[in-house]
């Protein structure tokens, strides 16, 4: 019986480079500096300069990262902001922290990111009141940033990206993070760049709003005991800060693997009854995740559960649907079609050819069943 599979799998991030984090570690515990100190400073540089030219602030997880990034971009209390609703509900959380309110904008039936087309149906009819889009760069894919940005600007609205699945994932020959006003990282532990706990960044190319999140992130001080605006504790701490310089190192050569690991499935479920993933022309994805769709959705993770392969579904049901969002009379028929679909094959570096061989011969199995 082969080892069993899942679609995440923190701990094959941590054996991968065991050695190298725990010298990282030891280091910290040496320096005497567990918070906002040296090695904070060095990822954000680190961190920065991965995106050419850029700040990164570094916060303590991605939903803080989203938060700090939309009051830094000049988000506030009673703001619309555009996002969709096939994505973790942290997303709409961190909307709804600042008191802001979310406005879902249907996706794109192949690629499953926020439409152009609709988002600017959406800021048509909102008449202004949208002051920020959010898109979502779900499972890897880059969103059709151009046509995004273009829109937004159009509407006077400002860009934050949601880039938790998108480290290092280029659209148009641009990296993801660097097209709109600011953008959100989660280093959650499954993430292609994962902590070993809690952390986020906001990336920009705007000081001013480097300098909002910065002081946000600490209590409103630009200077120590001196809050010059109401801020709140959403810092990185030293390990996990010096975890995620590790990690970075290794990020461009892990996203090869999962390239890889992706064209392999393309390839072995060509013939498959599945809906594959479908990658913009113009995108160059990370393949957080390897998504697939089926209205047979529920058998087909059952049986692989049955074989020892266990896949994620992101995400079952849309925020709109959820109990706490729930808004009965909006009806966004991609968006609940992809929920009610998608499977999320392994895809993470520590999947072999074998393991990818193993799944594709598994799918085409039950597919003849
Ligand atoms: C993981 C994730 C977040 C939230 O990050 P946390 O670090 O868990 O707070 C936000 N948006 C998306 C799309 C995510 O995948």
Redesign the pocket.
Known sequence: MSNPLFSADPKAGYLAHAEEIRAAIDRVLASGYYILGPEVEAFEREFAAYHGIGLVVGVA??????ELALRGVGVGAGDFVATVAN??T??VS?IEQIGARPVFVEIEADTMLMSAPALEAVLAAQGGRVKTVVP???YGQPAAMPAIVEIARRYGARVVE?C??SHGAVIAGQKAGTWGDAA?Y???P??NVGALG???AVFTRDAAVAEKVRMLRQYGWRQRYVSEIPGRNSRLDEVQAAVLRVKLKHLDAENAVRRSRAGRYLHGLASAPLRLPAVARDAGPVW?QFTVRTPRRETLRAVLAERGIHCGV?YPVPIHRQPAYASPSLHLPETERACAEVLCLPVHPAVTDADVDRVCGEILCWAKS
């Open positions: 997880n991605g939903t803080e990262a989203l994505t973790v942290a997303t961190a979502v760069h779900l949601d938790a699945q959100a989660s280093f959650y499954t993430k809690d952390g986020g957080h992101l």
